[in-house]
């Protein structure tokens, strides 16, 4: 049984540059959430997937970020023209549900330092 | 939105006391209620979850207790071990209704350390 899995662990990119993460979340779940993460805070809800469909965007998530998750299965979150202030632990979950609040389970992130 | 608040920032024990941790939220319509132990490096970690039909939950060493009517739920950690020691996180989703599943909104995190 694997949990979910984010790759890359660690980005370092410039100032300007664009940058892909990606999600493969828990086998069947059908929920994806993205979080991001600063130092000495606790994670900040960014958008969230049933299956397919994004249903809600964050209004932390600015017009230079994007999330797919194409097929339902594995996500990606693009971030570009990167800025200082996206620095941070971006943080992928996923749990299996319809309706109803059922039990995040969280990836160990990727660290995104923007020098 | 939904405001979590959580207490203490900090907490020192040490090895074999107990360990309370407290969350206060805004959002009365909240239904559920979870705990996570983040490791350094590490995502977070699920340890214990309630629900708003049950007023205390217990696994092992580790208890959640919720009062709807104060909006305030808490962490209670007995028999503290060294590994005990991580940042503890609340958080509660709004109930917005319908579609709004899995917006968690986290308290500010509780910095445990146990002395051995």
């Known amino acids: 049984d694997t949990g979910v899995s984010q790759n890359p662990r660690h980005k370092i990119t410039k100032r300007g540059q664009n940058v892909t993460f990606r999600c493969d979340p828990i086998?069947?779940?059908?929920?994806l959430y993205w979080y991001r993460q600063t130092l000495g805070q606790g994670p900040e809800f960014l958008t969230y997937f049933q299956n397919e469909a994004q249903l809600e965007k964050s209004r932390l998530l600015s017009d230079r970020f994007s999330a797919e998750r194409p097929k339902g299965s594995f996500s990606t979150l693009e971030i570009q023209r990167t800025e200082q202030g996206d620095s941070a632990m971006y943080l992928c979950a996923s749990s299996l549900g319809l309706q109803g609040e059922k039990p995040q389970h969280f990836g160990d992130g990727t660290r995104l330092s923007i020098l | 939105g939904e405001n979590v608040e959580q207490h203490p920032s900090t907490l020192s024990v040490q090895e074999g006391d107990s360990a309370v941790i407290k969350c206060t939220y805004s959002d009365s319509a909240s239904n559920y209620f979870p705990w996570y132990k983040q490791e350094l490096g590490k995502g977070p970690q699920l340890i214990i979850d309630i629900r708003s039909n049950v007023g205390e939950k217990k696994d092992q060493r580790i208890a959640v207790t919720l009062n709807k009517t104060a909006k305030h739920f808490s962490l209670h950690i007995t028999e503290t071990q060294p590994e005990d020691s991580a940042v503890y996180f609340c958080?509660?989703?709004?109930?917005?209704?319908?579609?709004?599943?899995?917006?968690?909104?986290f308290g500010q995190g509780t910095i445990l350390t146990v002395h051995p």
């Open positions: 958080a509660a989703p709004p109930n917005a209704g319908g579609t709004s599943y899995g917006k968690l909104t």
């Open positions: 086998s069947e779940h059908n929920r």
